[in-house]
């Protein structure tokens, strides 16, 4: 599998795989700039700060409710937006928009359109030139 590696964040207790990753509003095209995102095989959804989501104008979709994997449920907001990886821009992703965090986590929902590996003894993700 040819493409770009991109190293493990070692911010953690045991490096986070990462990709960067840009966000479009997809009503008039404006986009952050590039962010690091955590990938989190075990999320269904993806994470996105409040902050990033108000930099480009983005308005809420619907409110919803998520349950952690700690078993709470709270109320939050999701934000309908283009997600940039790689070369790739997935069109239309519902995402939830986090007050509380400022890491951007890449869910099942963006990860089950991608393809890449995680080469854990290496630390790196990688991902396929698209």
Do not use: C
Not at 18 to 40: H, R, W
Not at 67 to 82: A, T
């Amino acid at each position: 599998m040819r493409g770009k590696d991109y190293p493990y964040n070692d911010d953690f207790v045991l490096p986070f795989p990462q990709l960067p990753v840009v966000i479009q509003n997809g009503v008039d095209g404006t986009k952050t700039g590039t962010i690091t995102a955590l990938i989190d095989t075990g999320s269904d959804a993806t994470l996105v700060p409040f902050s990033h989501l108000q930099a480009i104008k983005s308005l809420v979709y619907k409110e919803a409710s998520i349950r952690s994997h700690w078993g709470e449920l709270r109320p939050v907001k999701q934000y309908l937006v283009n997600v940039i990886v790689g070369g790739l821009t997935l069109l239309g992703i519902l995402v939830v928009g986090d007050e509380e965090y400022d890491e951007v986590i890449l869910g099942r929902d963006i990860l089950n359109k991608l393809r890449f590996e995680l080469d854990g003894p290496a630390r790196v993700t990688r991902l396929p030139d698209q």
